[in-house]
């Protein structure tokens, strides 16, 4: 782990900036979550988009080390990268399925999702000619319309899988579409239909099969959605539901455990009326000092940033001026001191002030979801 750790740091330093990923507080936030649930409650991480951004692989690994039951992929690439890298547990692939993808996926052992009774029957075509059992789960589309059997045709499809021996039915499953609201009430509808549904059919009895509802907001505030197993993705990365009004004390010991960091490559001191970046968006008002970052939107930092976000440089916060370039952006110190080479954080915390994931996406107007997930490769990960 030492030599692992070593490696990823001459990487980093090699680069000139970085992710910091703390496993610990990762972790942490795993272990805070399993303590909060039933002991029955299975517990589904979904890594998906490279684990929100924090890195499919070492993400999985850290979990399956302090024990959880299932992961949940968007794909098949995700499912495979995971069994190549050794990944032993159970891994449920919640995308759709097309007919090429299928013999891979029972092969690579992956559990996946029957949406319809027309990709059901597709599996079926391919297992009886080719002799081979699929593990599913079928979804029941409860008010997210996106994929999923409608409930009035679900029963259908349900008998049609239970009937046929190329079938291993694994789980049944739907998905909360506004449990982050401040209002309950349709998630609590979408609840009460979904255990009716499971109820009418003697599924929830059956203790060979695997009944799931709750994400991370539904972890939070709705109990009821528990069932046999949760899915809370973006809650075991710290971030919490803020919409809700309320979170479980038990839970809000959750904390990030990613941050951006980089070296500053250039620095310059310019007059008053200087335009800075591409299309002099921003013109300095007094004599500035200006750093250069070398981070961009090629990195996954948004341009919806350019002269409105922050970055912090010695525990102080600096407004990012000029439009973000590709590669590089432009930092006002005004008349602060900054040297090449100093340490800028993106996101997370200098010297006690922070800057957000939550903050950052305001700014840009979007889900800190987007935020996480749009940090490529270029930049590299450490793990500590």
């Keep these: 782990m030492l030599a692992r750790q070593n490696i990823m740091q001459n990487i980093a330093t090699n680069h000139p900036a970085w992710i910091e990923i703390d496993l610990a507080q990762f972790k942490r936030n795993v272990l805070t979550i399993k303590q909060f649930l ?36 968007s794909c098949l690439q995700e499912g495979k990268i995971l069994r190549q890298a050794g990944i032993k547990i159970p891994i449920l692939v919640f995308g759709a399925i097309h007919a090429e993808q299928i013999i891979e996926l029972i092969d690579h052992d992956l559990e996946f999702t029957i949406a319809s009774h027309f990709k059901a029957r597709l599996v079926v075509d391919i297992c009886q000619r080719l002799h081979k059992t699929a593990k599913v789960h079928l979804e029941v589309d409860t008010g997210m319309r996106r994929t999923g059997v409608q409930p009035t045709t679900a029963v259908e499809v349900l008998n049609y899988i239970q009937q046929l021996d190329c079938f291993i039915l694994k789980g049944i499953y739907s998905h909360l579409a506004t449990a982050d609201d401040l209002s309950h009430d349709f998630s609590k509808q979408q609840t009460a239909n979904f255990i009716a549904f499971l109820q009418q059919n003697n599924l929830l009895a059956n203790p060979n099969l695997i009944c799931h509802l709750a994400n991370s907001a539904g972890v939070c505030s709705l109990p009821e959605a528990h069932l046999d197993m949760v899915r809370p993705g973006g809650l075991v990365f710290g971030c919490l539901p803020h919409q809700l009004e309320h ?26 009326g200087t335009g800075i970046s591409y299309n002099h968006t921003y013109i300095t008002n007094n004599k500035s000092n200006i750093l250069t970052i070398p981070v961009g939107y090629g990195d996954g930092l948004r341009r919806a940033l350019s002269n409105k976000g922050f970055i912090l440089h010695n525990g102080k916060r600096y407004p990012i001026v000029g439009n973000i370039c590709m590669d590089q952006f432009m930092v006002n110190l005004g008349t602060d001191p900054g040297y090449v080479g100093d340490i800028v954080t993106l996101i997370g915390t200098d010297q006690n002030t922070v800057i957000s994931i939550d903050e950052m996406s305001e700014i840009c107007n979007t889900h800190p979801y987007e935020i996480l997930c749009g940090f490529n490769d270029r930049l590299p990960r450490i793990y500590k």
């Excluded at 517990?43 to 299932?70: S, W």
């Excluded at 979170?247 to 008053?272: E, F, G, W």
């Design 247 to 272: 979170i479980p004390i038990a839970l809000q010991n959750i904390k990030p455990c990613l941050a951006i960091k980089a070296r500053v490559s250039y620095y310059k001191n310019v007059p008053s």
């Design 38 to 73: 039933s002991a029955k409650t299975k517990f589904c991480l979904p890594v998906k988009a490279n684990a929100y951004g924090h890195g499919l692989v070492d993400i999985t690994r850290a979990a399956c080390e302090i024990g959880i039951d299932y992961v949940g992929v």
